[in-house]
C-alpha cells in the first residue's frame, strides 16, 4: 500500500505493533512520550515486555520520524505500519503507556513468538471465506461485530478478548472444526488467538494479514465481501472501502457506536438515548487493537 500523503487540512494516522522481547522497556517511556511530543503526534502507544501497539496521528514527516527513530532499535528494525488519512485530529493527546500486555489476554503462556497461524493475504481471504470447510471466526468484541463484519463469519459475542478463550473451550473443537481462519481490525489479536489455537491442538489456523484494515484498503468495493463498517479506536469511529470515514459516531450516553444522524429525534439502538454529535475522546487506549475498560482500543 503507497503511503499516504498528509496536507495542512490532514492526518497520517499509523497503526503498528510487533511482539518481540523487550526487557528494558520501561526505560523507552519518557525519551519515545518526549520525541513525539515535539513533533506534536497524537496517539497512543503501549509498551510491555512481550511488544509494542499504538496507533498514532501527525504529519507525514512527523510519522516518518517517528518511524525512523523507532527503528533504530536492533528489535524494531523491521517495524511495519498501515496508514490511513483523517480530516481532522482523531486523538487529543499523546500517550505512552506501560502494560503488562500489548493486547490483554490475560495467558502469558500464549507467546506469539513461538508461534502463530499462517497469515493469508486480503485476495486468498475471499477464497477461504468461501470454502464451507472452513470456521471463519471474528475475534473482535460483539460491539464492533455489530456494525460490521465479514460474510459468514461466527460472532463469539465477547465484551473483551480476555473471554475468547472461554468461547474457544464452549463452541469449538479440533476435530470438529480442523479449519477455523481468525480475523481482527488491524491483526494484533490474531497473533495470540491463533497461537493459542494451535497450542490447543487445531490443526490448520489460518489468520488476515494486516486485518479488516488492511482488506477495506486493498480490496475493490465490488469484490469485497465486507458487509458493514469497521469500528477503529480514534475519533472516526468507524472506516468504509478505501478507509474512508464511516457514518457511526459513540453515544456520548453510552460509548456505543451509533450512526449518525442531522436529525436531532434518532437514538442509540443501545441505551435509547437521543443523537448528539460526540466529541468524546474515544481512544483510552491505542491501535486497531488494544483493550479499554470499557470499550476496547
Known sequence: MNSPESSPQSYIVATFYKFVALPDYESWRDPLLQFCADREIKGTI?????GINATIAGSREAIDAVFAYLQQNPELMDLTQRESVASSPPFERMKVKLKPEIVTLGMPEVDPTQQVGQYVDPQVWNILLKDPRVTVIDTRNDY??????FQGALNPQTQSFREFPDYVKTHLNPQQHPKVALFCTGGIRCEKATALMLQWGFQEVYH???GILNYLASIAPQDSLWEGECFVFDDRVALQDGLERGHYQLCPACGNPMLRSEDPRSRCSIC???????SIE?????????????PVL
Open 272 to 278: 435509547r438515548e437521543s443523537h448528539v454529535e460526540s
Open 208 to 210: 488476515l494479514q494486516g
Open 46 to 50: 503501549l509498551l510491555a515486555a512481550e
Open 144 to 149: 464492533e461485530f455489530q456494525i460490521g463484519t
Open 282 to 294: 474515544t481512544n483510552p487506549d491505542p491501535s486497531p487493537e488494544a483493550e479499554t475498560n470499557p
